[in-house]
């Protein structure tokens, strides 16, 4: 296998200062749009790294399930490594890869989990069995086999066999307020076009262009 052969030339589109909106949520919701009318596939799927008191990071994929001014929204186990992380060390970063259109976003900022009632809302418009998962699951901790699992998801799911499925104490949503943006554009010859947003302290947002 060559991987060093192995090189495309982004070309289908550019950007530019006039192009960004002044408000980075309303350039990422503009690209969100673009992501899912250009069918990338779970265009809502984004890297999220964390990093543990002693410095060691650690990453992976979750799925964003909403963003307004206050930030990005996730959902996951409040006892899991990433919610480990959070709690020690609330700053985090975001990644989105769209390669459809050629195109990356990276988000830093502090994540904070969202409220009970915010959590449960979305909850309960999850699938039933994937409700039944999130009691069955205890993310991130090791087990010896996958029979144990399914045990655990059987169990549960007799246990809730009747009416809602009640909110699991230790899963939620965690909303990552940004501090920073940036939106990166591939272009031909590896001069791709990078914007970054840097939330200024009266809450306003500076631009600045970096260098591929
Ligand atoms: C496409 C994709 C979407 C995922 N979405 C989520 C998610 O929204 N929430 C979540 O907790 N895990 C999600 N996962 C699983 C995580 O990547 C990860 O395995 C899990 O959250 C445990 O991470 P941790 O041990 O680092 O805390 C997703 C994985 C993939 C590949």
Redesign the pocket.
Known sequence: MNLQDLRRNYATRSLDREDLNADPFAQFDQWMREAIETEVL?PN?MSLA?VDASGRP?L????L?GFDRRGLV????YE????RDIAENPRVALSFLWLPVERQVIVTGQAARISAAESLRYFLSRPRDSQIGAWASR??QVITTRSLLEAKFAEMKAKFQQGEVPLPGNWGGFCVTPATFEFWQGRPSRMHDRFRYTRQPDGSWSIERLMP
């Open positions: 779970e799927a964390t650690t992976r994929t979750v799925l399930k996730f959902y996951t186990n899991s490594t990433k919610a993310q991130s």
